[in-house]
């Protein structure tokens, strides 16, 4: 089992920047890979960052060059660094973990860009 808490989601306005942090326990060790997803009113969820243990990274086109995911694993976290924020970014943001093959999930936590 692995438990993910995200926090650092809130208001801001278009143009700003804010860090999601996703707090990761239990299990961690066999965590595979590492996403921040997104799920917009009205609208399907979607992978915004991917991040895999051995480091590479992948990002949606809609926030390459101003999104970074990150790790910090001598404190079991995952970060989601967003600058140059958009109105279209508004959405409840979601972390996510593969482990041995299961997917894990937070409670997401709320973005909401003001423009």
């Known amino acids: 089992q692995v438990h993910l808490v995200e926090s650092g989601g809130g208001l801001v306005q278009a143009g700003g920047s804010l860090r999601l942090s996703c707090a990761t326990s239990?299990?961690?060790?066999?965590?595979?890979?590492m996403d921040w997803y997104r799920r917009a009113p009205g609208k399907q969820r979607e992978l915004v960052a991917h991040?895999?243990?051995?480091?590479?990274?992948n990002y949606a086109d809609s926030v390459k060059g101003r999104f970074t995911i990150s790790k910090d694993d001598a404190k079991n976290m995952v970060y989601l660094q967003m600058s140059s924020l958009k109105s279209e970014d508004t959405a409840v943001y979601y972390c996510?973990?593969?482990?041995?093959?299961?997917?894990?999930w937070g409670q997401g936590t709320q973005v909401t860009v003001s423009s």
């Open positions: 239990g299990n961690n060790y066999s965590i595979d890979w």
């Open positions: 996510s973990v593969l482990a041995w093959g299961v997917r894990y």
């Open positions: 991040l895999l243990t051995g480091q590479s990274t």
